[in-house]
């Protein structure tokens, strides 16, 4: 509690700034759901045959990840793009479903008798709605209110994944550095503001009705019991294939690690016969690195700059033959073991849109820092905290842009550079979209980013029970070359491939 206490002392403008961008993303978004919700479901309530394709309409919306809704609008043009504004549309469209759902519900429980009343006394159906209707449905609307509400500010944390700000950054920080202080220093704040919100709305709503909530609270607690429940058996389910000899495979939360952990899972299957569980899409660096040491993984791949100054915390070096040794002597002090190569250095690439780079002559970074004061940048979480990341780039290079980048999901950075929303990132040289996007790498003249050779990294407990998952995890050493990664990770993000298959086609060919 001290350490977080002392961080948010030593950040409180930061946090500030960071709170404020999320009440003003929340409350913008809510009272936009409501003067679009209200309207639109006393419309539907007048017309049911309306209601129901309405409310269908507004579920499915509620049904798409919040985080690949974002990956949707990020190229449209007027409500897309990076930043604050592609998050209002978002958490307005989850603001509508309960907004409109209760509006619908407030207007036809309305006894008819009071309405019949309000006509006979000679009211307009304009006088009828404003005057008897909508304070007769208030309560019902207020409780969509307080339930878009609530949602919003959970909800709010995700778009700082496309730059947009908010306590979200702090626990998207916070993971992919594995900082439970940083993390709460996020959280606390937003499940605060999420109790505020909710407390206060319900103030509202009990001084408009005096409904007892015993029913809602006795299907909050059976939800409760039901994901508890659920959650024993996939516990359960987990332990027993783990039981049962499953090897276990991770990966990170990008293209090329789900294609490498496919690869890896099926080198296992066939050349050995043992179970696999996956467990891709773990996340970051340091997330796939504690669930290898704690046990909840047994292989996943990793890149040797990577742990070299992520993970081990050593001085950035250039040679890659000494970066590998020094790598896998650290690993082997923790009970784990880097296995050989695979065969291409997936190193950092500065990348700026292919017309721009043929535009102004740029080939180096060394070139792009003439253009920087004119630019805006775009990194990953991980890139942004790294020792090998941004500080340290800009100092090599003498960067000065003119605001501090926006951090941003690394999948979602490739797209924000090609439709124009950034001007620079921090991306990977094997990434498929590279060539699909019409992205330029710049060269690294000055040597700043150590070598990133990726080799599968493994419990020495595993390897132990199991050598013949050494020896299949061996033979692919040296077999991926950089075209081939390349070639993956196109056919997987432009071609829209399965990860699955592209793997096993690959595998097919030795």
Known sequence: MSRLLSFWLTHRAEL????????????????????????????????PRLAAPAMAIAGIVQTIPSLAMFGFLLPAPLVGGVGARAALVVLILYGLLPIVRTTIAGMRGIDPAVREAGVAMGMTPRELLRLVELPLALPSIVAGVRVAAVVGVGSATIAAAIGAGGLGEYIYRGLSMV?????????????VLAVL???????????????RRLGRSRRAIAVAAASLAAAALVSSAVAARRAGGAVVVGSKNFTEQLVLGELVAQTIERSTGLPVDRRLNLGGTL?????????????????????????F???????????????????????????????????????????????????????????????RAGFGYEFVERPDGFAGLVKAYGLRFPDPPRVMDLTLSYRALASG?????????????????????????????????AAAVARAETLLRYPQVRAALERLGGRISAADMR?????????????????RDFLATF
């Not at 913008?28 to 017309?47: C, E, N, Q, Y």
């Not at 900082?179 to 499940?191: E, H, K, N, R």
């Open 487 to 503: 070639a993956m990770n196109y056919a997987a993000d432009v071609e829209h491939r399965d990860i699955a298959a592209i793997a």
């Open 313 to 375: 915390h050593q001085p950035v070096s250039t040679d890659s033959s000494s970066v590998f040794e020094t790598v896998r002597e650290l690993y082997a002090r923790t009970g784990r073991t880097l296995l050989p190569p695979l065969g291409f250095n997936n190193t950092f690439a500065i990348l700026v849109r292919g017309a721009d780079a043929r535009a102004r002559g740029l080939r180096t970074i060394a070139d792009a820092a003439r253009e920087s004061p004119r630019w």
């Open 197 to 211: 919100v909710d407390l206060a709305l319900l103030g509202v709503e009990r001084q408009l009705t005096a409904r």
């Open 16 to 47: 500030a700034t960071l709170v404020a961008q999320h009440v003003v993303l929340v409350a913008a978004s809510t009272a936009i759901a409501v003067a679009v919700g209200v309207p639109l479901g006393v419309f539907a309530s007048k017309r």
């Open 179 to 191: 900082d439970t202080t940083v993390i709460l220093a996020g959280a606390i704040p937003a499940a």
């Open 287 to 311: 997330i796939c690195d504690r669930a290898l040491l704690n046990g909840d993984v047994d292989v996943y791949v990793e890149y040797t700059g990577t742990a070299l100054t992520a993970i």
């Open 421 to 453: 929303q950034v001007d620079v990132i921090a991306g990977d040289a094997t990434a498929g979209l590279i060539k699909g996007l019409d992205l330029f790498q710049l060269e690294d003249t000055r040597r700043y980013f150590p070598p990133y050779d």
